[in-house]
């Protein structure tokens, strides 16, 4: 059974750092890697989704990085800012029968950059 | 483009009442889903479906029923609620059922049953 694990469940930085965010996951016969965000009382909103063939995907100050062998991915945000205060989450995929391919989410990290 | 909308935003339930949540997606998609979210437990889907007409079990389907009668809408069903339902509970859509598929999700509902 697939099973994802995010540490650290929270993280707190100064405005300005550059930080990474871990997701690691027990099964390596992924299909892809999907970062996920979600801001207090909120839905989640698609970060990257990084393909099981690629080794990074990255979206303006936002780089995620896959390593299957490993179990890996990181989320690298680059000059944090207060806005981007939130719970990230990671997920990765999984068949569920009917031609269907469930979600298997971390517990995510919540994420507190101080002004 | 509405996107994944979710209604009712908050509500509160009786142990044993029922209710029915409603999702709607305008993106034409396929495939649905239903999650819940609890503290210290992440998302875990309850049902799914991969067309119009269809459903399927998740990983917690105990208590629910679904129904997916037009391909935008897919209801999830609470015939007597318990007070383990109390959760935060999410729809999602995507367009086709392959790992590729990238998957979005509606603002939640949140239920409390006392």
């Known amino acids: 059974k697939q099973e994802v694990t995010q540490i650290p469940a929270a993280l707190s930085v100064p405005e300005g750092e550059n930080l990474v965010l871990n997701c690691s996951f027990t099964?390596?016969?992924?299909?892809?890697l999907q970062w996920f965000r979600q801001d207090p009382g909120k839905g989640l909103t698609s970060l990257l989704l990084i393909q099981s063939s690629q080794r990074e995907q990255t979206s303006g100050r936002l780089n995620a990085s896959l390593d299957k062998s490993s179990g890996r991915s990181t989320l690298y945000i680059a000059a944090s800012q207060p806005g981007d205060s939130a719970t990230y989450l990671c997920?990765?995929?999984?068949?569920?029968?009917?031609?269907?391919?469930?979600?298997?989410f971390g517990k995510g990290t919540k994420l507190s950059v101080i002004p | 483009n509405a996107g994944v909308t979710q209604t009712p935003k908050f509500r509160v339930l009786k142990t044993g009442q029922s209710m029915t949540l409603l999702c709607a997606q305008d993106?034409?998609?396929?495939?649905m889903y239903w999650y819940r979210q609890d503290p210290g437990m992440g998302l875990r889907l309850i049902h799914y479906s991969v067309g119009e007409g269809t459903t399927a079990k998740g990983e917690v389907p105990d208590g629910y029923n679904v129904s997916r009668l037009k391909k935008q809408n897919f209801l999830l069903g609470l015939e007597s609620a318990a007070p383990s339902q109390t959760s935060v509970y999410f729809c999602?859509?995507?367009?086709?059922?392959?790992?590729?598929?990238?998957?979005?999700f509606g603002p939640g509902t949140r239920l409390t049953v006392l």
């Open positions: 099964d390596s016969a992924i299909y892809n």
């Open positions: 993106m034409n998609h396929e495939y």
């Open positions: 997920a990765v995929p999984r068949y569920s029968g009917a031609g269907s391919y469930q979600l298997t």
């Open positions: 999602a859509s995507s367009l086709g059922g392959s790992s590729y598929n990238e998957q979005f």
